[in-house]
């Protein structure tokens, strides 16, 4: 399966992952709820205003609920996790704990190998498709190292002196 590259990061980036059909229902849900809250009136409402601010309240909650609803979708498919059972999980818990647990328990987003372009869970030291190496890794324990570590964070082999042993 084909990973895209995605370059958007922060807040911005993770918005524009949010499904254009989240958008329509967020949309629709807060100007219903705003035609509700000025329609309907019953003996001992409240205030015109109360009743205005009231609207923008719960259509706020209702339009942000579903936009969420929305974000896990898109960014559970992204992580290689179950879309569905994810959405049905945020939907049926009651009290948004559905979403809580999602966002504890969701996965690593993966990257792309940069050979076959397939997806790699973040921490593989190579390609489950194509056996590209992605990374530096220990000459003793194969894990993954960065580039300025000395020494094996997992079993304290020097790094460094594996890396230009083999390199002179």
């Known amino acids: ?3 895209k590259n995605e370059t958007k990061v922060g807040f911005t980036g993770e ?12 949309v629709i849900a807060f100007a219903a709820l705003q035609v509700v809250a000025q329609v309907i ?8 205003f109360v009743r205005a601010l009231m609207g923008l309240l719960v259509g706020a909650v209702v339009a ?10 898109r960014d559970a498919r992204r992580r290689g996790m179950s879309p569905v ?8 818990v009651p009290n948004a704990l559905g979403m809580l647990l999602y966002f ?6 993966r990257s792309a190998c940069p050979q076959c372009g397939s997806f790699v ?18 000459p003793k324990c194969q ?17 460094m002196a594996a890396v230009t042993s083999r390199a002179g």
């Open 1 to 3: 399966m084909e990973l």
């Open 15 to 26: 918005v524009s992952i949010i499904p254009m059909w989240a958008w329509i229902l967020a």
């Open 41 to 48: 009136r019953q003996s001992g409402d409240p205030t015109h």
């Open 64 to 73: 942000c609920y579903l936009l969420l609803l929305g974000y896990i979708t």
């Open 85 to 92: 059972l994810w959405t049905l999980v945020a939907i049926l």
């Open 104 to 109: 504890i328990l969701r996965q690593p987003i």
């Open 121 to 138: 869970q973040s921490g593989f030291n190579f390609c489950p498709h194509c056996s590209h190496k992605l990374g530096s890794s220990c």
């Open 143 to 159: 894990h993954m190292v960065t580039a300025t570590d000395v020494y094996c964070p997992y079993c304290g082999t020097p790094v």
